[in-house]
């Protein structure tokens, strides 16, 4: 499993909306969405969107990042979507592993989060 931080215009865009529309089919966003609200975060604020490659496939994306509307020194949110028939397969466990180590770069001591 790799995690791989998404940087503003990557092709992998697509692939972390596909996850995202397959995981919250009531909430679908687009590829133009997900650029926007990444380019618009407030700079002052520390984010990174990322996806996750099981055996060649994508089958988890997420966020993390310095919550703007209730920020606090140490406070970080995030949100992960995984596809279904990849749950209970240890992605989740991965992935919270990934987001306590940048909570501790970033001397974090607290998480907010949005997952299904």
């Avoid at 020194?73 to 987001?99: A, D, M, T, W």
Wanted: hydrophobic share 30%; net charge negative.
């Amino acid at each position: 499993m790799k995690i791989i931080e998404i940087d503003y215009n990557s092709e992998l865009y697509t692939s972390a909306v596909d996850i995202y529309n397959q995981v919250w089919p009531d909430y679908t966003e687009s590829r133009e969405e997900f650029e926007h609200y990444d380019m618009n975060y407030d700079s002052k604020f520390f984010y990174q969107r990322f996806i996750v490659n099981y055996n060649g496939n994508y089958v988890a994306a997420g966020h993390i990042g310095e919550p703007w509307w209730s920020h606090k020194p140490g406070k970080l949110h995030f949100e992960l979507s995984v596809l279904k028939e990849f749950r209970n397969q240890g992605v989740g466990s991965f992935c919270l592993n990934y987001i306590e180590n940048r909570l501790s770069e970033r001397n974090g001591y607290k998480l907010n989060t949005h997952s299904k």
